[in-house]
Every structure is written in C-alpha cells, then in structure tokens.
C-alpha cells in the first residue's frame, strides 16, 4: 500500500507529550497527490517471525527499541478482528494476531528526512497497511490517526486525502482524542496545485523531534504563536479552503511558515532550516504576487530549506517558468494536490 505525503498549511510544532505524541497546538494541512511524493509499503505477518523487522528504501532499520514503530504495531493489533478463509472459518482469532510477528519494507520516493514529511508518509502507510492485513477496525472515527500519530505526529494526517486537521485534543491521559479530521475531501478543491522545489536533499541536521523539544523549552514566541495565534489561523485557513480563497488561503499559509520558522530563530540555539535559496524563493514569490496585484501563489517551509509553492492551475505553467529561470540547478516536482490517498494497489 501506499501514502503520499502532507503539507502543513499551520504549523505543528511543540509536543505537549512527548509519551503520547500530542502537540501544543492543532495544525492543519493538504495532502498531495501519490504521483511523486508517496511511501510504498509491504507488510507480512507470520507467527514464524521471531521479532519485527523493517526495511528502509532496503537497508534494514533496528526497530526493536523503537517506541514510534512499536506503538504502531501493538495499536493496530489492538483493533485487529479475526481472519475468515471463504467459507467462513476462522483463519486466525482476533486473539492470536499478538503472536505474530511482522516485517515491513518500506520506500520513499523523495528524500528522506529532508524536510519533505517523508515520516508522515511512512508510519500513515505503515498503520494503513497494518490495519489491512490485521483487519483493523476503528471504534471511533480518527482512532487509527490517533496509532499514525505515535509514529510521527504529521502522519495522522496522511491517513486522508484533501484537507486535513490534526485537532490537538484535549484528553492527557490516553491522546484518544488527538486525531485528524478530514476538512474537505481531495474532490473540493481540484484547482489546488503545488509545485515543490527540492533545493536540497540532505538529510536535515536537526531532526523535527529534536528542534521542537529545545524550541518548547526555550521560545517565548512559540508559547505565544500556541496560545494566542494559532486557533484564528485555524478557523481563517478552513474559511478560505471551504470557499476556495485562494488569496486567503495564501496569506494564512506564508504567514504561518514565517511565524513557524521565526520560532526555530527565537529557538536557544537557533535553528535554521531555510537557506539563502530558500529566502531568494520567498522574495520571488512576493515580487510575483505584487505583478500580479493579487496572491496568486503561496510558500511553505517546513524543517528544511525545500519550498512547496501552492497556487492555482491557470498559474502553474507562468510559475514553473519563472522557477526554472531563477533556479535551474533545483528540481521541480509539480505535483497535484488532491486525487488519491492511501492506495492500496500497490
Ligand atoms: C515542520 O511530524 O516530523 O513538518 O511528531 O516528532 O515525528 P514528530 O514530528 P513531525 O514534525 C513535522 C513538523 C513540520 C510541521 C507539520 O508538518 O505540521
């Protein structure tokens, strides 16, 4: 199976827990298309499996000790129902699946840990496809985000295609209710296009776990952007999505990467993970909106210097055009927001 990747349009960053995975504000954010961003994913299961095993882009991974990838397996198996062969009979009983062990191949297909969400593609098609071969059934709408979520909190919201919040929720003993919600399906908004401009594929220096752990407990400004900013930005950006305000829509998302990344600035030390291309990317894309008299095309950064530019398709080709003069060094990925999501054909 696979899932593509997602773009955070406001900004998870800060963990309220860092045992459960839950953030200190809601973020929301588009998933894009599998045509170039996806992890593809292969699960089998054998009561003859000593111990799990995981295969990254086919270099195997030491996942023994690893809390995200085993919060994952033992939550799916937590939902798992029994297995019937055609006839009915039970192949398996719900209570058998804890035997079993499992071993999971997985491969990006864009850098890893360069700051594209490569681990929010990973762990939703990791529950997505353990949930299928377990037979995993939710007792309440969002609870196999809440499984996606441990993994990496950007994940959760990868189980779902369009636009999608992860609401922080507010329970501190489980996370049960730290879950992503489908906004508007990935039919809402066809019009909807990134284009995302790998200007490095290295892998990042500061990993996003450990950037906000240091940024929680030494910014200001980031207890500031949890309290007082971020649920207007919520309510505005789902307004503008719901209404197809692309200038709306645009405004919010480059005001939040902006807030987001002066966050990692007030952060002790500092963290940087835009670079001198990146800041060029953000002049150009405000020169472009004031030639146009509108904002007709949008930035976003997460942890590392690569720009994902959302923007409507009649302006797709005037962009790529204009980043191919500027950057030519620099691969483009045009990408389609939208289609499809978690596919399981692969
Ligand atoms: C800047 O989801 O990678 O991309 O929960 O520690 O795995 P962990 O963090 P992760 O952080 C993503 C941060 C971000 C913003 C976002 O996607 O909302």
Redesign the pocket.
């Known amino acids: 199976m696979s899932a593509p990747t997602n773009i955070?349009c406001v900004?998870?960053?800060g963990k309220r827990s860092i045992a459960l995975?839950t953030p200190i504000n809601s973020?929301v954010?588009v998933t894009l298309d599998q045509a170039d961003l996806k992890a593809v994913t292969t699960v089998t299961v054998s009561k003859t499996f000593k111990k799990d095993r995981l295969w990254l882009n086919g270099v195997e991974e030491d996942v023994t000790k690893s809390k995200r990838f085993i919060a994952c397996v033992t939550g799916v198996k937590n939902l798992a129902t029994e297995k019937l062969d055609s006839s009915g009979e039970v192949l398996v009983d719900k209570s058998e699946w804890k035997d079993y062990g499992v071993h999971v191949s997985s491969m990006n297909t864009f850098p890893t840990a360069a700051g594209l969400?490569s681990?929010?593609a990973g762990y939703a098609a990791l529950v997505a496809c353990l949930a299928e071969v377990f037979g995993a059934i939710e007792t309440y709408p969002g609870e196999l985000s809440t499984i996606a979520r441990q993994g990496?909190?950007?994940?959760c919201r990868s189980l779902y295609g369009g636009f999608v919040a992860w609401r922080m929720g507010s329970d501190n003993d489980t996370g049960a209710d730290s879950l992503a919600e489908q906004v508007f399906d990935e039919n809402h908004w066809p019009k909807l296009k990134a284009i995302i401009l790998v200007v490095s594929d290295e892998k990042k220096d500061t990993s996003?776990?450990e950037g906000?752990s240091t940024s929680v407990s030494t910014s200001k400004l980031l207890g500031y952007r949890a309290k007082e900013v971020v649920e207007g930005r919520m309510r505005g950006i789902e307004k503008a999505y719901g209404e197809k305000d692309f200038e709306s829509f645009g405004m919010i998302t480059m005001q939040d990467s902006n807030q987001?990344h002066a966050t990692c600035l007030d952060t002790y030390p500092p963290i940087f993970y835009m670079n001198d291309i990146s800041k060029s990317i953000i002049k150009l894309i405000h020169t472009y909106n004031k030639w146009k008299g509108k904002i007709a095309a949008a930035y976003t950064f997460?942890?590392g210097p690569n720009a994902v530019i959302y923007h409507l398709e009649e302006e797709g080709e005037e962009l790529l055009a204009l980043m191919l003069m500027y950057f030519p060094d620099d691969k483009f990925l045009g990408s389609l927001v939208g289609s499809e999501y978690v596919n399981n054909e692969e």
């Open positions: 955070a900004k998870y960053w995975n973020s954010s969400a681990s929010a990496s909190g950007s994940a996003s776990t906000m987001f997460d942890a």
